[in-house]
């Protein structure tokens, strides 16, 4: 279980994992989480694992403003691969019971609302909490969109990033535009990243490292699917592995970029 706090964190309401006792932090990582948001159980034992293993002060904020999709919607996403006639059948009432949480969440998280809330955060944080610590962000399925945005930032939003399956990325914009060093966590098979335009962002990143101008990472994970990193099956052992290795990759990077910063 979480062994986190929640408090509120410069207007948001925010699930906070501390380095452990009596160390000072190493740098400060908030997570963007995926749409099922910042009380998703997943989530937040992810930020006590940063926390504990990297020695970070890891925040995890509602930037969803209660819109994030409920938790029993994943038990609709498992039921839309199951196969049979009968599990058929049920796919049509998961698909609209999904929609029903899945369009709303859409339409109050576009980028209009979501962005000033997001980047406001970011500097806010590099003002106070952040402001003698190297700012890092981990973001995942919608969240990992944001950590792209937040890498080209040209008023230093962050220092770094970490993104696990990202969603809704334009390739190869997105990509190009990316100013600050950035780890990718790719799975294999991810309707959102495609390998076609997975391998464009790959070259494109690999490019910018050995062109020298800042060290990028890209990792794609061999029979990975989307959510991986966040929502691994725990009883399925090879997926949870990949899970665990995702995480050791987030925390990796972020020792490694916080170093030289701090």
């Known amino acids: 279980m979480p062994s986190g706090r929640i408090s509120k964190v410069h207007g948001l309401d925010c699930y906070i994992a501390e380095s452990p006792s009596g160390s000072a932090p190493k740098g400060v990582v908030v997570i963007l989480p995926d749409a099922f948001g910042w009380t998703l159980l997943n989530s937040r034992i992810l930020a006590d694992e940063y926390a504990k293993k990297g020695g970070f002060l890891v925040l995890l904020p509602e930037f969803m403003d209660g819109r994030g999709l409920p938790a029993d919607v994943l038990r609709s996403l498992e039921a839309l691969t199951a196969p049979g006639l009968v599990a058929n059948v049920k796919k049509v009432y998961h698909l609209l019971y999904m929609l ?3 369009l709303p969440f859409l339409f109050f998280m576009r980028d209009s609302v979501a962005r000033p809330r ?3 955060f970011f500097r806010t944080l590099r003002l106070a909490e952040a402001k003698d610590l190297p700012l890092g962000c981990a973001g995942f399925c919608w969240g990992g969109y944001w950590v792209m945005p937040l890498c080209a930032d040209k008023t230093d939003a962050v220092d770094c990033g970490f993104t ?3 969603s809704f990325l334009s390739v190869p ?7 600050k060093p950035v780890s990718v966590a790719a799975a294999l098979d991810d309707h959102q990243l495609p390998r076609d335009k997975m391998e464009v962002a790959k070259d494109i990143l690999m490019a910018k490292s050995k062109k020298g101008d800042v060290e990028h990472e890209f990792v794609v994970y061999e029979g990975a699917k989307h959510g991986f990193a966040v929502r691994a099956n725990e009883d399925d052992k090879e997926e949870a592995r990949r899970g665990n290795e995702a995480e050791e990759q987030a925390i990796n990077w972020f020792t490694k970029c916080f170093d030289p910063v701090r």
Do not use: G, R, S
Not at 173 to 179: F, G, N
């Open 100 to 102: 029903t949480f899945f």
């Open 118 to 120: 997001i980047f406001n």
């Open 164 to 166: 696990a399956h990202p």
């Open 173 to 179: 914009k997105d990509i190009e535009a990316v100013l």
